[in-house]
C-alpha cells in the first residue's frame, strides 16, 4: 500500500516562511498528481496547490504569488514552500496523491496524516 510521509510544519510568525514536504513509499506504484489540502478549524477542507507529473501546477487564489509548489519524481516527493505566510494560513495540511499500485493493481488516491502550521505573533 502506499503511504504518504508529510514533514514541515510548525510555528511561524506572520511574514515568515516554511517549506513543506511529502513523501511517497510503497512498491511498484506511479503518481500522476501530487497536491497539498488544507483544513482549517471548523471549515471544510480546500486544495491549496496541485502539481501533475509534468510539472503543470494549479494553485488556490488565496496562495498565487505567495506559495510554490514542486516534486521531485525520482523520490516520490512533492514540496510546498511557504512565503509571506498570513494568520488566515493556519490550517492542518494535507498531502494528496493520485496514480496507480501497480504491485495492488488499483487507483491511488491516498491522503497523509496532515501536518499542523500555525502563523501567529
Known amino acids: 500500500q502506499v503511504q504518504l510521509v508529510e514533514s514541515g510544519g510548525g510555528l511561524v510568525q506572520p511574514g515568515g516562511s516554511l517549506r513543506l514536504s511529502c513523501a511517497a513509499s510503497?512498491?511498484?506504484?506511479?503518481?500522476?498528481?501530487m497536491g497539498w489540502y488544507r483544513q482549517a478549524s471548523g471549515k471544510e477542507r480546500e486544495m491549496v496547490a496541485r502539481i501533475t507529473s509534468d510539472s503543470s501546477t494549479q494553485y488556490a487564489d488565496s496562495v498565487k504569488g505567495r506559495f510554490t509548489i514542486s516534486r521531485d519524481n525520482a523520490k516520490n516527493t512533492v514540496y510546498l514552500q511557504m512565503n509571506s505566510l498570513k494568520p488566515e494560513d493556519t490550517a492542518v495540511y494535507y498531502c494528496n496523491a493520485v496514480g496507480f499500485d501497480y504491485y495492488n493493481l488499483r487507483g491511488i488516491d491516498n491522503w497523509g496524516k496532515g501536518t499542523r502550521v500555525t502563523v501567529s505573533s
Open positions: 510503497g512498491r511498484d506504484f506511479s503518481i500522476n498528481t
